[in-house]
């Protein structure tokens, strides 16, 4: 039996074992992940891991002397399947019961497959893990043409590495636009000109049929109309879904994800919920109930939680903010855009390097900075402090976002 037992060897879960040692707590830690590797930044995955700039030993979270330094059991290569919130223990995979005192459950999610016919095909790919990479890597050499169903980070930032590589890369979004459920329009057009302006072919309000089959390989997207784009390699980034059927079963509440409280603690005694996986009440999004997808949420309520187990409990006030690194172009977000009615550029677009204010009944509630690292650091205390400014104004890149905040 350990104090705390993490399930999920991701952000959330190595952050959570990291903080409660830095916040003294003594007790017994294990961390118990289906993957074989110890815990690993996920995204260099369709970055700079995936186009070799860095190796995995680079994108490791800790050395591996860290985690038995700290005393923190790492039980790896095993999948929880089952929790008894009664008994206090988790089932494996292999058979094995774990006890715990307390669980931290910080298991992520899979990437969501296509459902079409074709979509189990050898040469088509999600990107979560570490194994998905590789595999992608091991086939790229006989690669050409690759499709990338879904422009979202992850399939923007997969085909901007392919497009390096030399591939020929054809990205399809269903809807009007790419990255629409994330970003103002500006910004969309803007990332579609890039990608297009690097070759990649943009499809946008196209639906996937079916994947096509030569010798049990994909070679084909085909598109209802009948269109079928001839490829050797489909990727496919349209979303995750929620890896908490274990605790939903054990009676937790949930649906999309596991519901959490301000404090992350879930329906169930002593289970608390962290990261991708948690669906919680968010003051940034107007207290909305949702899941965030980034490792700023992952870690900063694997803190929270530490902090929580070690006497200092708090509730849930994190600035949201994530990047996206694609060609030569930074993104960086802070707060979030959904709901806004407004969506002022600062800067001029043209010149690769401005932002998008977004306001919401004039009020700032998220910034999107592409090569604009003052305004992303600046412009945090606007959304923190949920200030009201005049469109004009915040269009005005002649003047630093700080000054406006006073
Ligand atoms: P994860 O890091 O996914 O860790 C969960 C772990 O739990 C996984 O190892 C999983 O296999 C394991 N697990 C699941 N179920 C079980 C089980 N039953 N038993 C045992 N283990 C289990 N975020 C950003 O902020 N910026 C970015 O630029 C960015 N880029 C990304 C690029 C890619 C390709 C991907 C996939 C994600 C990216 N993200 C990015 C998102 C970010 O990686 C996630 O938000 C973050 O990893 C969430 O941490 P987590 O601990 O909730 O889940």
């Not at 401005?354 to 003052?374: E, H, M, P, Q, T």
Request: charged share 25%; glycine share 12%; proline share 4%.
């Amino acid at each position: 039996r350990y104090d705390i037992l993490i399930v999920g060897a991701g952000h959330g879960g190595a952050q959570a074992a990291v903080a409660l040692r830095q916040n003294k707590f003594a007790g017994s830690i294990a961390i118990v992940g289906d993957e074989p590797e110890l815990p690993y930044e996920r995204p260099p995955l369709s970055k700079d891991y995936f186009s070799k700039e860095k190796t995995f030993e680079r994108i490791l979270i800790r050395p591996a002397a860290f985690w038995a330094d700290k005393q923190v059991d790492m039980l790896l290569g095993r999948r929880v399947m089952s929790v008894d919130p009664e008994a206090h223990s988790v089932t494996t995979a292999d058979g094995g019961t774990i006890g715990y005192g307390t669980l931290i459950w910080a298991t992520g999610g899979s990437p969501r497959r296509l459902t079409c016919s074709g979509h189990d095909l050898i040469g088509v790919h999600g990107v979560r893990t570490r194994a998905d990479v590789d595999k992608m890597m091991g086939e790229l050499d006989g690669v050409s043409r690759v499709c990338v169903v879904g422009g979202g980070y992850i399939g923007l930032e997969a085909a901007a590495v392919l497009a390096k590589f030399g591939k020929h890369v054809t990205v399809l979004e269903a809807l009007p636009r790419v990255l629409a459920r994330v970003a103002g329009e500006p910004l969309s057009r803007f990332y579609e000109a890039e990608h297009r302006a690097h070759g990649v072919d943009v499809r946008l309000g196209v639906v996937v049929e079916c994947i096509e089959e030569r010798d049990m390989r994909a070679c084909g997207v085909r598109l209802a109309g009948g269109e079928i784009l001839e490829c050797e390699m489909v990727i496919v980034g349209i979303g995750i879904i929620p890896a908490v059927e274990p605790l939903l079963a054990a009676g937790a509440k949930g649906g999309n994800g596991v519901d959490v409280d301000e404090h992350c603690r879930t329906s169930l005694p002593d289970i608390y919920a962290i990261g991708d996986c948690a669906a919680h009440d968010n003051d940034f999004a107007e207290g909305a109930h949702i899941r965030l997808e980034s490792v700023q949420n992952a870690n900063d309520q694997a803190t929270l939680v530490a902090k929580a187990l070690t006497g200092a409990p708090a509730r849930y006030h994190a600035v949201p903010w994530f990047w996206s690194n694609q060609y030569d172009l930074r993104l960086q977000t802070v707060g979030l855009s959904t709901g806004h009615d407004e969506a002022v550029v600062r800067g001029d677009i043209g010149s690769r390097s401005f932002s998008i204010v977004y306001l919401k009944g004039g009020r700032v509630i998220a910034l999107d900075c592409v090569n604009a690292v003052k305004d992303y650091v600046q412009g945090r205390a606007l959304v923190l402090s949920g200030a009201t400014l005049p469109a004009e104004k915040l269009a005005d890149a002649s003047v630093p976002l700080k000054e406006m905040a006073a």
